[in-house]
T-cell receptor
């Protein structure tokens, strides 16, 4: 079975500072990895995905993530955050095919302070 | 851009009642899913559906739950005899081209 661990439940950071949200996964099969953002009282919005190819993936809103197979990680990064980035961020894994169900991490609450 | 839609956006029901949550997946997708998110917790997989049958389900998806694709466009989740702990946001998703697209969710409140 696949699983995802998000190592930080809350990450406070000041505006314009860099941020890294950590995600580790466990799987015995090939994986596809995703980051979703959830703003208060809203649904899930896809930030970025890793399906294959380049291990550095760029997404929307200036976010990027790097797939590291040896460390089974898929950390999310942004070089300079904005107040509007305050939200819950979920890492998710699926596989070995695209249509397998998705398993989510517990989420990381990113709070950007002025 | 095509999107997954869900109705209603918010459903309030009394304990013991049956509810049906509705989803319209993206039209050319073949795989459909329901997920649940209890307030303040992570998103949990409930069930996946392909070719008019359940392809996978989690331990959460017990006999209280059922899914159906009644008319080739809608995809429904039925919860029988609702309990207080069924209160959650329920997300529908459909899959195509390597991505699952999520709907905006239905917030179910059981009183």
């Amino acid at each position: 079975a696949q699983s995802v661990t998000q190592l930080d439940s809350q990450v406070p950071v000041f505006e314009e500072a860099p941020v890294e949200l950590r995600c580790n996964y466990s799987s015995s099969v090939s994986v596809y990895l995703f980051w979703y953002v959830q703003y208060p009282n809203q649904g899930l919005q896809l930030l970025l995905k890793y399906l294959s190819g380049s291990t550095l993936v760029k997404g929307i809103n200036g976010f990027e993530a790097e797939f590291n197979k040896s460390q089974t990680s898929f950390h999310l990064r942004k070089p300079s955050v904005h107040i509007s980035d305050t939200a819950e961020y979920f890492c998710a894994v699926s596989g070995p095919t695209y249509d397998n169900d998705m398993r989510f991490g517990a989420g990381t609450r990113l709070t950007v302070k002025p | 851009e095509p999107e997954v839609t869900q109705t209603p956006s918010h459903q309030v029901t009394q304990m013991g009642q049956e509810v049906i949550l509705r989803c319209v997946p993206i039209s050319n997708h073949l795989y459909f899913y329901w997920y649940r998110q209890i307030l303040g917790q992570k998103v949990e997989f409930l069930v996946s559906f392909y070719n008019n049958e359940i392809s996978e389900k989690s331990e959460i998806f017990d006999d209280q739950f059922s899914v159906e694709r009644p008319d080739g466009s809608n995809f429904t989740l039925k919860i029988r005899s609702t309990k207080l702990e069924d209160s959650a946001m329920y997300f529908c998703a459909s899959s195509g081209e390597g991505l699952q697209y999520f709907g905006p969710g239905t917030r179910l409140t059981v009183t």
